[in-house]
T-cell receptor, first 109, second 111 residues
Framework: QKEVEQNSGPLSVPEGAIASLNCTYSDRGSQSFFWYRQYSGKSPELIMSIYSNGDKEDGRFTAQLNKASQYVSLLIRDSQPSDSATYLCAVNGINDMRFGAGTRLTVKP | EAGVVQSPRYKIIEKKQPVAFWCNPISGHNTLYWYLQNLGQGPELLIRYENEEAVDDSQLPKDRFSAERLKGVDSTLKIQPAELGDSAVYLC?????????FGQGTRLTVV
């Protein structure tokens, strides 16, 4: 079992729609959870951090955390073509910061 | 504030040759990570430093890879000798505590 798993994608949504990205993790001791955005040929860019159960909103982005279910999600509202990228889930636990394989999102105009 | 700086950005070498990557973290960030990223995959941790101490190098292939972080600031990752399978992007990240910030990476091609 991989430590951090993401829905494989690719995910395609029309412009203006909500994109939903999901992630599960295996280490119950994990305390910090992150979403990174990675454009093709670029390095990962931190877009959201969440540390406690519930929702955290930042502009069009909402991160959701459920530690009991070991589940993290990212919602992107009013998706724009510029949101087209690979989204990486990262979890910081006893085994340092581990990443999922990423979900490729395409927003079609 | 300057970000994480890595060099070189690109490197092409022949197999069996040595190669080194350099990373300058964000000022004041005590934690430094080296990751390897293959195409279509997420970053894989190679080594983590807290100041000058390597606190997690369990994923570093020690037969050919080595790393150092002198004086707890800059870090160097070395591969000797390089193999074809080492072709990847090598990412350095630094953290003041929890959140990590990446440099632009070094794309290594071994031919």
């Amino acid at each position: 079992q991989k430590e951090v798993e993401q829905n494989s994608g690719p995910l395609s949504v029309p412009e203006g729609a909500i994109a939903s990205l999901n992630c599960t993790y295996s280490d119950r001791g994990s305390q910090s959870f992150f979403w990174y955005r990675q454009y093709s040929g670029k390095s990962p860019e931190l877009i959201m951090s969440i540390y406690s159960n519930g929702d955290k909103e930042d502009g069009r982005f909402t991160a959701q955390l459920n530690k009991a279910s070991q589940y993290v999600s990212l919602l992107i509202r009013d998706s724009q073509p510029s949101d087209s990228a690979t989204y990486l889930c990262a979890v910081n636990g006893i085994n340092d910061m581990r990443f999922g394989a990423g979900t490729r999102l395409t927003v079609k105009p | 504030e300057a970000g994480v700086v890595q060099s070189p950005r690109y490197k092409i070498i022949e197999k069996k040759q040595p190669v080194a990557f350099w990373c300058n973290p964000i000022s004041g960030h005590n934690t430094l990570y080296w990751y390897l990223q293959n195409l279509g995959q997420g970053p894989e941790l190679l080594i983590r430093y807290e100041n000058e101490e390597a606190v997690d190098d369990s994923q570093l292939p020690k037969d050919r890879f080595s790393a150092e972080r002198l004086k707890g600031v800059d870090s160097t990752l070395k591969i000797q000798p390089a193999e074809l399978g080492d072709s990847a992007v090598y990412l350095c990240a630094s953290s003041p505590g929890v959140e990590a910030f990446f440099g632009q990476g070094t794309r290594l091609t071994v031919v």
